[in-house]
């Protein structure tokens, strides 16, 4: 057991070094309703499941809390499925990365924190520049080269040292580690200190909430790092315990991209972790994690949901970007769209049935991506 004052990262057992993490004592017979009446649209209306103990202490440019949205144009091709978005879009710094990073800047700030460092594909490095920057706090981004100048730019913007490697989140992430560990900064790798996830986790008690308490059947969710993934799982468990949702459960869907899909291929053979597979460049930048840090806990939930995983290439994302454009009014980044084909091919499979509700997380702006969309 961790002492929750000080700073966590990973398991310390030698036989273990895996995820941490954070666990509540949940109360019971708290009424949902009257609990959340008058709370800020923000994740920070779920504070006490959170791992932030002082007020003062958070870090926040309003994240959380964003629209679940009805189809459109494209309700023609959902067949015989109620289709939901939950676009992250809106989120600051325009992606999802801003629940996990804000999370993880305003726990930071509590424990006297004064140098954070991350790996990205993007998304993540640009939240942590903004988070840092607003807590005072100095940032270090590793970025592939090949990442869009955009977030490049961001970065530097908001006043973080950005190091570029030739090469992907996985060199990333072993340079960051090597400077972390020789300067003693902080490390936000996904999945390698508890805090980040609690922020991720915000997402579940969303969708249970806007839901009104009856959990979609299926849920499409893109799979990098997986943190989202397992953060949603890891909520619909703490919103049993606190009786506010019942043993029903989602059927979990991680897409990936073909560049780099280890999570697909242990899936279907049934695997416990999954097989470092990197086959290059991909629009969908933060799809290209050769293997997930958290590869168990994401199968983990693969498995208990009877979920699924699938691939996706970058033609069927590029073209769907631009479909769900012109017929949603949504510029979704590739990682989204990449859903949307997903879900069309496992309900033509049969795999999602006539009737069942269906949720796709697209996870950040295309806006971003616009020189990977040809």
């Not at 269906?358 to 040809?374: A, D, Q």
Request: glycine share 10%.
């Amino acid at each position: 057991m961790h002492n929750a004052a000080n700073v966590n990262t990973v398991c310390e057992n030698a036989d273990c070094r895996s995820t941490l993490f954070a666990e509540y004592d949940l109360p019971t017979g708290l009424n949902r309703e009257q609990f959340l009446a008058g709370r800020p649209a923000s994740m920070w209306r779920y504070h006490e499941f959170l791992p932030v103990a002082d007020p003062s202490n958070v870090v926040s440019l309003g994240e959380g809390f964003t629209p679940l949205l009805t189809l459109a144009g494209l309700s023609i091709e959902a067949l015989n499925n109620q289709v939901f978005w939950k676009d992250e879009s809106g989120n600051p710094t325009g992606s999802f990365k801003a629940r996990g990073i804000g999370m993880a800047v305003s726990k930071a700030k509590e424990l006297g924190i004064a140098h954070i460092v991350t790996p990205t594909a993007g998304n993540a490095g640009g939240a942590l520049a903004a988070y840092c920057a607003r807590a005072g706090i100095r940032a270090s981004v590793y970025m592939p080269q090949l990442t869009p100048k955009v977030f490049k730019d961001e970065c530097r913007l908001y006043g973080a040292d950005l190091v570029e490697v030739d090469g992907n989140i996985a060199d990333c992430g072993k340079l960051a580690n090597d400077h972390a560990l020789q300067n003693g900064w902080f490390q936000v790798s996904t999945l390698k200190e508890p805090y980040r996830l609690e922020g991720k986790k915000t997402m579940g008690y969303e969708i249970a909430e806007q839901f009104n308490w009856q959990l979609p059947d299926v849920i499409f969710y893109p799979t990098g790092g997986g943190t989202g993934l397992i953060g949603i799982w890891k909520a619909f468990k703490e919103l049993e315990q606190l009786g506010w949702i019942g043993k029903e459960r989602p059927r979990m869907v991680a897409v990936q991209s073909i560049s780099c899909d280890g999570i697909v291929t242990a899936f279907h053979n049934g695997d416990l972790t999954s097989e470092f597979k990197d086959a290059g460049f991909t629009i969908a930048n933060g799809l290209r994690v050769p293997k997930p840090y958290a590869d168990k806990q994401i199968l983990k939930a693969l498995y208990e949901s009877n979920g699924n995983a699938i691939a996706i290439d970058d033609a069927e994302m590029n073209a769907a970007v631009k479909h769900i454009a012109n017929t949603e009014g949504m510029l979704i980044a590739p990682e989204g769209a990449a859903l949307w084909v997903a879900f069309k091919k496992l309900s033509a499979s049969g795999w999602v049935k006539p009737g069942e509700r269906v949720l796709l997380l697209n996870t950040g702006s295309g806006y971003k991506y616009l020189e990977n969309i040809v």
